[in-house]
């Protein structure tokens, strides 16, 4: 339950309904797009369990003659790719196109990528009205089809205003996030786990922050710790492996 748990929650771009109505554009604390065309890593690490493993995000947009989108993807400790999503950048904020996770198919490590069913497109809004707003989001993988092996997210964010984060001793201008959230495990009946948490993103640099109370034993908390090229992503691994040019 906990790798399933672990795997889906770190899902850090996270879906919302733009509201037309909205007067407040917070398009600013988003990562910054426009700056990611080569692509880099945002590396985080947990500040409650030092036990536990980095994340790392690769970030990348990607513009064309139609649209611009941008996509992330996460590796694990073993830099083994995990998850992956590609979204569009609209006027008021980031629609999901694509999100897959990967899974272990045997003992032969085959990986396999299950695609998402995205009921919610809207990924993070760029015009909120005030800290009453409310966006929901939801997705779904189907891991096997008989008998029936599903996972639902269910994401209800609400924006929480402005504020500081006190990032590397600067207190960052941020916009705070609170979510509550579901996951419903989907076999023989349901076994749904609903949980709480907390996020920041800092202006001009993207999420820095968030905490998933998940029950009393079980909290991921995690804090940006870099953000770097993928020449030195890859130069961790090998440093991992004892590879050497």
Known sequence: MK????????ILLLGCDPDPKSDTNISAYYFPVKDLKEGMVYEYQSLNDENAPPEYWYHKSIETDSAFYFTGTYYDEQFVVRQFFRAEIVGNGVLWQDQFITAFKDSTRAQSQIHAEIKHANAFPFEVKDSTSAYLMQLKWVMQEKPLS???LTRNRRYAGKTTYNYNGEDLPCVEFRLVEEMDNEEVGHLIKE???IEYYAKGIGLVYYKKQI????????????IYT????????????GYND
Do not use: R
């Not at 790798?3 to 770190?10: D, E, G, H, M, V």
């Not at 009393?216 to 870099?226: H, R």
């Not at 020449?231 to 492996?241: M, Q």
């Open 3 to 10: 790798k399933i748990l672990s795997a889906l929650i770190t």
């Open 215 to 226: 029950d009393d034993n079980f909290v991921l908390e995690y804090e940006l710790k870099g």
């Open 195 to 197: 949980y709480t948490g």
């Open 150 to 152: 599903a996972t639902t």
């Open 230 to 241: 993928m020449d030195k992503l890859e130069d961790k691994f090998n440093a991992t492996i």
